[in-house]
Nanobody, 124 residues
Framework: QVQLVESGGGLVQAGDSLRLSCAASGSTVGSYAVGWFRQAPGKEREFVAVISWKGSSTRYADSVKGRFAISRDNAKNTANLQMNSLKPEDTAVYYC?????????????????WGQGTQVTVSS
């Protein structure tokens, strides 16, 4: 029903910034929360950030709090993840996900749709 496509990843130097975008499409999108997850080689996919349908509520993983900012533009069916002060530890494939209903937003099982991911590589 909903397709998600991430973009904006790339190779950057530590301390640089990147802005990831998540574009949603489908016959009926409706209202949904959008979360960002990331997965580094050899590690499990981990929660990064989430934003509610109206954008009034956000939550961040401790590892990115103060550096990353999630936002959305429902008119354009897009969500963004602004990443500042990037560290090599941020290197991962970043995924956006949509959830019609959320319990614990940090749990992958709460999300109904997932994008294909975009690679972010931060060199030291």
């Amino acid at each position: 029903q909903v397709q998600l496509v991430e973009s904006g990843g790339g190779l950057v130097q530590a301390g640089d910034s990147l802005r990831l975008s998540c574009a949603a499409s489908g016959s009926t999108v409706g209202s949904y929360a959008v979360g960002w997850f990331r997965q580094a080689p050899g590690k499990e996919r981990e929660f990064v950030a989430v934003i509610s349908w109206k954008g009034s509520s956000t939550r961040y993983a401790d590892s990115v709090k103060g550096r990353f900012a999630i936002s959305r533009d429902n008119a354009k069916n897009t969500a963004n993840l602004q990443m500042n002060s990037l560290k090599p530890e941020d290197t991962a494939v970043y995924y956006c996900a949509a959830a019609v209903r959320l319990g614990d937003a940090s749990e992958r099982s709460q999300y109904d749709y997932w994008g294909q991911g975009t690679q972010v590589t931060v060199s030291s």
